[in-house]
């Protein structure tokens, strides 16, 4: 009806997923991104996850580690779970996705490169996964 409309200037929109148990990611999914980190495209998916705690709103500011100089983002597809499931046939996988939205995968490179290559502590820090700003459904796409 336009009769309850708000500003975009007096809100702050959050993500869409609050406190989820889990954030599972897949590194290093597609060939220029390969390329561009100098890496062989894997035969494997490359799984890694964030914490929680890294989750911000879409519009929010992400705050760089004191200690990194190298912080860098790719934009990413979530696929956002609803429902529980083990040892899933991937032609009932869709029947767990909610929806889809956006996400920032933000990683501090130089950090990436300590710890023998561990991705953890380079890609979880505190607003290093910006989502949102909607769930888009799977019905929907």
């Known amino acids: ?11 702050r929109l959050l993500a869409p997923v609050g406190d989820p ?3 599972i ?9 390969c390329q561009e980190q100098g890496l062989k495209v894997p035969k494997e ?21 004191q200690d990194s100089t190298e912080v860098d983002w790719e934009v990413e597809l979530a696929a956002v779970i609803g ?6 046939e991937e032609s009932a996988a869709l029947e767990h996705v909610v929806g889809f939205t956006v996400a920032n995968d933000v990683s501090a490179r130089d ?13 979880t820090f505190d607003t290093f996964c910006p989502l949102g700003p ?8």
């Open 1 to 11: 009806s336009g009769q309850h409309r708000v500003p975009r200037g007096a809100t």
């Open 21 to 23: 148990e889990k954030l």
């Open 25 to 33: 990611c897949v590194g290093l999914n597609y060939h220029d991104h």
């Open 45 to 65: 998916p490359i799984i890694f996850s964030k914490f929680p705690s890294a989750i911000t709103g879409p519009f929010d500011d992400i705050v760089h580690p």
């Open 83 to 88: 429902k529980r499931g083990r040892h899933i």
């Open 111 to 123: 950090w990436q490169k300590r710890n023998g290559r561990q991705w953890l502590l380079s890609k």
């Open 134 to 141: 909607a769930i888009v459904t799977r019905e929907a796409v």
